[in-house]
T-cell receptor, first 113, second 117 residues
Framework: SQQGEEDPQALSIQEGENATMNCSYKTSINNLQWYRQNSGRGLVHLILIRSNEREKHSGRLRVTLDTSKKSSSLLITASRAADTASYFCATGYSGGSNYKLTFGKGTLLTVNP | GAVVSQHPSWVICKSGTSVKIECRSLDFQATTMFWYRQFPKQSLMLMATSNEGSKATYEQGVEKDKFLINHASLTLSTLTVTSAHPEDSSFYIC?????????????FGDGTRLSIL
């Protein structure tokens, strides 16, 4: 079953603006990951944040994690047209059984030149 | 970085045909491989998890006899869609991870677009 729920489902911004996407989940996690997918392509890993971490940065990307609220956010600063893609959060959890990565519904980001 | 190769990238076949999709880890030992299915404009749904040398664990609602998964080596897993029908048309993506890598990124293949006529 789906674990994460992203919002918004779709986001359209102008080049240079910041884009913020949110993700909520329901159960325990070992980590939360963000991926990008260009239309019809595979997934590109962006950032992994562990359950004991609160914030992580990678270039123009900033991810926060609030385990008390079971939520995460992805901030893309100074967006570019090339950032246009679908963005998914995914929660990794083992919990005594096989580890699995469960994806949210995704946010379609459109960055207009 | 680690690379996962998925083949074929695109296949069109007639209804009733069985289709095999391969997923290979090129530079690491993939003790666990995952198979996902993605419908247009939707998210990835986990179909099954396979550990090398053992039977795959299927998610609820996924037919084991329909989607045969084999993970015979540490670098190769295959998904066979048996007697495929138009409703099986979808984008199938594999991913792989090594042992003790639960808190590491999973590596994904580029996906296989399956179209059943």
């Amino acid at each position: 079953s789906q674990q994460g729920e992203e919002d918004p489902q779709a986001l359209s911004i102008q080049e240079g603006e910041n884009a913020t996407m949110n993700c909520s989940y329901k159960t325990s996690i070992n980590n939360l990951q963000w991926y990008r997918q260009n239309s019809g392509r595979g997934l590109v890993h962006l950032i992994l944040i562990r359950s004991n971490e609160r914030e992580k940065h990678s270039g123009r990307l900033r991810v926060t994690l609030d385990t008390s609220k079971k939520s995460s956010s992805l901030l893309i600063t100074a967006s570019r047209a090339a950032d246009t893609a679908s963005y998914f959060c995914a929660t990794g959890y083992s919990g005594g059984s096989n580890y699995k990565l469960t994806f949210g519904k995704g946010t379609l980001l459109t960055v207009n030149p | 970085g680690a690379v996962v190769s998925q083949h074929p990238s695109w296949v069109i076949c007639k209804s009733g045909t069985s289709v095999k999709i391969e997923c290979r880890s090129l530079d690491f030992q993939a003790t666990t491989m995952f198979w996902y299915r993605q419908f247009p404009k939707q998210s990835l749904m986990l179909m099954a998890t396979s550990n090398e040398g053992s039977k795959a664990t299927y998610e609820q609602g996924v037919e084991k006899d329909k989607f045969l998964i084999n993970h015979a080596s540490l670098t190769l897993s295959t998904l066979t869609v048996t007697s495929a029908h138009p409703e099986d048309s979808s984008f199938y993506i594999c991913s792989a991870k090594g042992l003790w890598a639960d808190n590491q990124p999973q590596h994904f293949g580029d996906g296989t677009r399956l179209s059943i006529l």
